[in-house]
């Protein structure tokens, strides 16, 4: 077998996107939850538990678009016209959130900041939802003409299975974001995570299996890769450990595998979708065999995509070290200090 | 004006990159002050710079956020609006995002975080290390986004090629239309395209003025109110070199840009300056005017003879004309208002800030550089001119790209003489885009803009996106302006003074405002002290300094809250 670059890449992509998911996850659901604490100091400590993070983790998904351009353009230039509405939307959403956490601070006004409280809420979750939409209308697949244009309208967009697959999304972020906060902070705000880690466990394990049962009905191509390749149901059977953990890992009192057992739950999703898409990037609802965009029809060239393999094997390491650099000055328990947001 | 998609698109694109690059300039220019005064912390081990960069990086934090948050919106563009440009470009353009994305966003925003919140949490030269990274990061990111623009400008090292279909290993034809696009041949070709170097200097040059005034405009209105002196004379003399060198590093480079473009892309030359007939002898320059596309001339202007020959083609006496917009397909000029106003107006600013910060060293020699308080009030407003500037400077660049979206490169005969028809009307590099019949048809190897946008997308969803846009960037703006209000009005900590307040929380510059508030609450409680019922109502504790615009602002907030706290 020769090495094929073009199945790299989708990997690479699936790695960014796997990143993006876990480590922005928990940040977004840290946005969910917002809310659900009342009083100052506690939702300061919650923002600063995610202060100097979310920033960085957000470039995951800057740099997830980038490649995915780089890559694999047809496909980059596809999925954002078809989506433009969508992804206008999650524009301002990420903007909102963006200078919610930057701004709240600012002024001690009970109004100011509760305004801010809300925008940043808001913003998170429309931004997950958003997220979880466009995977789940990528699973659907979306009408494509030969030349790989769109024909649809917005409705095909706004698919039930999209919405539902929007919901988990939510639901997984919230879960996940809910661990983080458990681990970050202490005492009576730390009950108040474990609290809220039941009830969005509950509310992720319903969803879980709705949209596993929903695919298996909408989406049977999903499955097809399967047949081919029998190792991918060790994933299956991992992710339902996986998932199986994080409850028991909470029981316990072990947070940290909680929250380990979420980044892989994550994972899993994030693999499994891309082995559903697999060897497609967006499939076409219309004449699946010739319309849809395929990790070999949407790529770039073989020189670019070596070029760019040689950019991420210098630049992934350097990039992992400094996030590890980062994770680690902000490791141990949130508290609020002089340059607290 | 056709309110068509391509239209609308373009303008979302301007309005959307206009305000992006608001930030990225500042935070670029201000990042290298902030290294500097970091160094000059670590060396002369005086805390008084430290408190000073406090004080900065607080700036430079909240308008970093701004600047990322608007610049994901750009990265979405490209795709959402402009589909059939990415398809076009993506080989060549995408590995330049990309890179950008690996290595300097992701370092940026690490390291930022350090910055603002790891004071007391790492070492000193870990700190100081991870200021220099942050403005490292920031100068890469500018770099690969210039590379990839570079390329559009003046595209090397890629071939306008048909792609091979994958399935079948032919070449590809879709509904009988060969699939094109610029695939990539060189990589570092690609890097140093004719106009990288000097685009990329003079992006700096820009950046280093922007980030420079900003820091003159703060410490200059700080001696103007006599406050924080200590502070805004050491921050001012710094920065006051750093953006002299950054004026002059911008007619430098302005200088060899101009030297550029008129050898690679003489149309948008004379675009800038309005020059439509060749003519046979020594082209003269306007000092301003007002281009007439009906008369081909340049109305009100006034002109220096032959200055523009002088400078492109470096000869005394000037005697070669140059290239004017006559020598091309009229389908192939770019629109010349626009360019050339703003490069005029660029022109002019870049001059204007060298000579205020030549008066400013002047001043400084003579030992009165901070009495002098009509000097101060224009280092106030300088930080004004230099963003003009850079923004003028954008639109030069990219509307005199027009009508194309990447630039077919000229066509040069084997002695490097540029190609002309029949006619003399400039050639373009051809492509070939092929037939079914095995033919090919010649067209320049370029996209021409109205080609470029997605043609999924319809009016009525820009229409959409572009009121979106214009409602929060509007509602940023603002907000931007008023956190770094407060921040300046707070100012910086004095020295040695305990930063950390009792209660353990950052004294925001909102607690100025709660200050009043607190004392507003008690004459709140005490009815005879309340406006109104006292014959003489008092006050309520109010800085010396605070404008009165602001304060009927706050005026009306306080009122606002008491009710809703009712």
Redesign the interface.
């Known amino acids: 077998m020769t090495f094929d670059l073009n199945l790299l890449w989708f990997l690479l992509i699936g790695v960014l996107m796997t990143g993006y998911a876990i480590l922005d996850g928990f940040d977004l659901g840290v946005g969910i939850l917002h809310l659900t604490v009342r009083d100052d100091t506690n939702r300061r400590l919650q923002l600063n538990s995610i202060?100097?993070?979310w920033?960085?983790n957000?470039?995951w998904?800057?740099?997830f678009?980038?490649?995915l351009?780089?890559?694999?353009?047809?496909t980059?230039?596809?999925?954002?016209?078809?989506?433009?509405?969508p992804?206008?939307l999650?524009?301002?959403a990420?903007?909102?959130r963006?200078?919610s956490?930057?701004?709240r601070?600012?002024?001690?006004?009970?109004?100011?900041r509760g305004f801010w409280d809300v925008c940043f809420c808001f913003a998170s979750t429309l931004a997950t939802f958003l997220f979880g939409v466009a995977v789940g209308v990528s699973m659907i697949g979306i009408p494509l003409n030969?030349?790989f244009?769109?024909?649809g309208n917005i409705f095909h967009l706004l698919h039930p299975y999209a919405l539902c697959v929007g919901v988990l999304a939510v639901a997984v972020f919230a879960m996940h974001g809910a661990i983080y906060l458990y681990l970050k902070t202490e005492g009576e705000l730390q009950k108040h995570a474990r609290r809220n880690f039941w009830r969005m466990f509950y509310f992720f394990l319903v969803m879980y299996l709705v949209v596993t049962v929903y695919t298996l009905i909408a989406v049977p191509r999903a499955i097809d890769n399967f047949t081919n390749y029998p190792w991918l149901w060790i994933v299956v059977i991992l992710n339902v450990l996986a998932v199986a953990n994080i409850p028991r890992a909470m029981y316990l009192g072990r947070p940290l595998y909680a929250f380990i057992s979420s980044c892989c739950t994550i994972a899993a999703f994030v693999f499994l979708f891309s082995t559903a898409l697999y060897p497609n990037l967006v499939t076409s609802s219309v004449n699946e065999a010739t319309n849809s965009l395929n990790i070999?029809?949407a790529?770039?060239?073989p020189?670019?995509l070596t070029?760019?393999t040689v950019?991420?094997v210098i630049?992934?390491p350097?990039?992992l070290l400094?996030?590890a650099?980062?994770y680690w000055?902000?490791r141990g328990k949130v508290v609020?200090?002089?340059?607290?947001y | 004006m056709d309110l068509d998609v391509v239209f609308l698109s373009r303008l979302q694109f301007a309005l959307t990159i206009m305000f992006h690059y608001l930030f990225p300039p500042l935070t670029i220019g201000l990042g290298g002050l902030i290294v500097i005064y970091e160094t000059l912390y670590l060396t002369k081990k005086d805390t008084a710079w430290k408190s000073a960069n406090v004080f900065w990086i607080k700036l430079f934090?909240?308008t970093f956020?701004?600047g990322?948050?608007?610049?994901?919106?750009m990265?979405?563009e490209?795709?959402?609006?402009w589909?059939?440009y990415?398809?076009f470009?993506?080989?060549?353009?995408?590995?330049a995002?990309?890179?950008?994305?690996?290595?300097a966003?992701?370092?940026e925003?690490?390291?930022?975080?350090?910055l603002?919140?790891?004071?007391?949490?790492?070492g000193k030269k870990f700190y100081y290390f991870s200021t220099w990274?942050v403005f490292i990061g920031s100068v890469f990111s500018s770099v690969w986004i210039v590379i990839a623009n570079s390329w559009q400008q003046t595209p090397r090292g890629s071939l306008v090629q048909q792609m091979t279909?994958?399935?079948t290993g032919e070449p590809w034809f879709?509904?009988g239309a060969p699939q094109m696009?610029a695939?990539?041949?060189n990589?570092w070709e690609v890097v140093f395209n004719p106009s990288t170097i000097d685009r990329i200097t003079h992006v700096w040059a820009g950046c280093a003025v922007t980030g420079g005034f900003f820091v003159l405009s703060i410490c200059a209105w700080y001696i103007l109110r006599k406050k924080h002196m200590d502070f805004s004379k050491r921050c001012f003399k710094v920065a006051l070199v750093f953006t002299f060198l950054g004026v002059l590093a911008s007619a430098v480079t302005g200088d060899s840009n101009a030297r550029m473009v008129a050898e690679q892309q003489p149309a948008k030359l004379a675009a800038f300056e309005g020059h439509y007939e060749t003519g046979d002898g020594p082209t003269a320059l306007h000092l301003f005017g007002i281009p007439n596309d009906k008369t081909k001339t340049v109305d009100y202007s006034i002109e220096i003879p032959g200055m523009l020959s002088f400078l492109v083609y470096r000869e005394f006496p000037p005697k070669t004309p140059v290239i004017g917009l006559d020598q091309f397909h009229p389908d192939d000029i770019p629109p010349t208002q626009i360019p050339f106003q703003a490069f005029h107006i660029m022109v002019a600013l870049g001059f204007a800030m060298l000579g205020l910060t030549i008066i400013g060293f002047f001043f400084w020699w003579r030992g009165s550089l901070f009495k002098q308080r009509w000097l101060m009030y224009l280092f106030v407003i300088g930080i004004l001119g230099a963003i003009a500037a850079n923004e003028l400077g954008w639109v030069t660049a990219e509307v005199g790209r027009q009508p194309w979206i990447v630039y077919p490169p000229m066509q040069k005969t084997t002695d490097g003489e540029i190609l002309r028809n029949a006619d003399g009307i400039i050639q373009f590099q051809q492509a070939e885009w092929p037939t079914l019949e095995g033919g090919a048809v010649l067209k320049p190897a370029g996209l021409r803009t109205r080609d470029g946008h997605?043609?999924?997308?319809v009016q009525s969803?820009v229409l959409?996106?572009i009121i979106?846009f214009g409602l929060?960037y509007t509602l940023?703006f603002f907000?931007w302006i008023y956190?770094l209000n407060?921040?300046i009005r707070k100012g910086p900590a004095p020295v040695g003074e305990a930063?950390?307040?009792p209660e353990?929380?950052?004294?925001?510059?909102?607690?100025h405002?709660?200050d009043s508030?607190t004392s507003l609450r008690e004459q709140a409680q005490d009815p005879s002290k309340l406006p109104g019922t006292s014959p003489i109502p008092k006050k309520p504790d109010k800085p010396s300094d605070t404008p009165d615009a602001y304060h009927g602002i706050s005026k009306i907030?306080r009122m606002?809250?008491e009710k809703?706290k009712k």
Do not use: C
Request: hydrophobic content about 55%.
């Open positions: 202060g100097p993070l920033d960085g957000e470039v998904l800057v740099t678009g980038g490649a351009f780089a890559a694999f353009p047809e980059y230039a596809t999925i954002f016209e078809t989506f433009y509405i992804f206008m999650l524009l301002f990420l903007i909102f963006a200078v956490i930057e701004f601070s600012k002024q001690k006004y009970s109004i100011w030969e030349r244009l769109f024909m070999y029809n790529a770039s060239t020189l670019t070029i760019m950019i991420a630049g992934m350097i990039v400094y996030t650099i980062v000055t902000f609020l200090d002089e340059h607290s | 934090a909240v956020a701004v990322v948050a608007t610049g994901i919106v990265e979405f490209f795709g959402t609006n589909a059939n990415s398809r470009v993506g080989d060549v353009f995408g590995s995002l990309a890179a950008e994305g690996i290595f966003f992701f370092l925003s690490g390291f930022l975080a350090v603002v919140f790891g004071r007391d949490r790492v990274m279909n994958p399935s879709i509904d696009r695939q990539m041949q990589f997605s043609q999924a997308v969803q959409f996106s979106m929060i940023l907000v956190v407060e921040k930063v950390t307040p353990g929380f950052i004294r925001t510059a909102g607690e405002a709660h508030m907030l606002f809250i809703f």
